[in-house]
């Protein structure tokens, strides 16, 4: 197509600033505080998966202590009920042997509780210790994503604000372009990963960089000063 000088310069324009905001956003994306806000976060979230099995690994091992605790308050109970029996049946033999047997089965019940109770014990405090530790990491992970997330925001602040001053610029060129041009390029640029204009350098597109042959090169100019780039198929100014 032929159009005007001033819409090649404008297209070139809107070119080159459309390459400066790609390559602001990959700053953005690239900013040192951006990774490290993922990679804390990615950590802390595998942190409170260990958390929640930890905290029920509390919960049954808390809850065993209970059950045993409980039965050992009820045995002791039962040891000094038959305790006071067998001093209110003195003169019975027969009766007091009994109950010493009861008795004894019971002491003997509650020294197994005993141990068992110990080792539930030493089992909590080694959970509740990883849960110290747990906690902890998390802490310093969540000191670590505020100080990264408050470096992103200064710098990427300013990333954005210049961002936004060129998009800016970009909105009032598209406004210069006339429709059907526009369309093209906006086509072209998501085609071809944003560089949708070269020019012609030496009977070679400057995106591209393959020659193109006198003959087609003829045949191009008589179609205008804006064309298709036979083997990139970018926009081809050959003004």
Do not use: W
Request: charged share 30%.
């Amino acid at each position: 197509m032929q159009v005007d000088a001033r819409v090649l310069g404008v297209l070139l324009q809107l070119q080159q600033l459309d390459i400066e905001i790609h390559q602001l956003q990959k700053q953005l994306e690239e900013l040192p505080q951006r990774k490290t806000i993922l990679d804390t976060r990615a950590k802390k979230k595998q942190i409170e998966q260990k958390s929640e099995q930890i905290s029920a690994m509390h919960a049954t091992a808390e809850a065993q202590c209970t059950v045993l605790s409980d039965e050992d308050s009820a045995l002791a109970a039962k040891q000094k009920r038959i305790q006071d029996e067998i001093d209110s049946v003195k003169g019975d033999y027969r009766s007091v042997e009994s109950r010493t047997k009861e008795l004894n089965g019971v002491a003997k019940r509650r020294a197994v509780l005993e141990n068992e109770i110990s080792a539930a014990l030493d089992e909590l405090s080694k959970i509740e210790a990883v849960q110290a530790q747990v906690a902890q990491a998390l802490e310093s992970l969540n000191a670590q994503e505020a100080k990264a997330t408050e470096g992103f925001i200064a710098a990427g602040g300013k990333i954005k604000q210049t961002l936004a001053q060129k998009q800016a610029l970009r909105n009032a060129l598209v406004e210069e372009l006339p429709e059907e041009v526009h369309k093209v390029y906006e086509k072209t640029a998501q085609r071809t990963g944003g560089v949708a204009v070269a020019r012609i350098q030496e009977s070679m597109c400057g995106a591209c960089r393959r020659p193109i042959e006198q003959g087609r090169l003829v045949d191009l100019k008589r179609q205008g000063n804006l064309v298709t780039c036979p083997h990139c198929q970018r926009m081809l100014i050959l003004a």
